[in-house]
């Protein structure tokens, strides 16, 4: 119980940082890093309002006790590092979580805003769950483990799952949640 509340305080320190750098780049109309974020071929994972979605694909919605259904499967876990983009294209505050971020032992946070524009950046061995506001982006770079990494390694038919879900309050409970795959 004590370890749990020791990983929850963390949460809470990691989110509020976070929250912290992008609005003093915003309040101060300065970037971390200055210019425009340009656009990729990463994968997304879109955010809506109670559903995850990727591009193209079906909004996922899978109440607790419900099977979730896989929305994307992401290469290159052999090689240690998963790219990716989480983008909030709802109308209210959305909290990423997954147990891939704790699967990692740095992740590497660009924040971005609704015209593109980087607001913050953030690198950290103890994120553990990202805050968007609507319109926002994050771009994403994870560290895996090296227990996982090697695994992968190993075995050209391994395949790790992950659960995404949203923890602002009720969402979760309204279904917000899928499940990822991370291939070698």
Known sequence: MQNRKLVDQRIVTTMRLIAIAGLFALTLSINLKPGVAQPSALPT??????????????????KPGTPAQNILTLSGGAKGKIELNVENTGNMLHIFLSPLLTASEEVK???IDASGKVVGEVESSELRELELQPKMKAKLEIMLADNIKESLARDPKLTMVFEISCHAEGHYEAGMRALITVAP
């Not at 994972?45 to 899978?62: L, Y």
């Open 45 to 62: 994972i879109q955010m809506g309002d109670f559903f995850f979605a990727v591009p193209g694909g079906p909004h996922a919605s899978f």
């Open 109 to 111: 946070t660009q924040l």
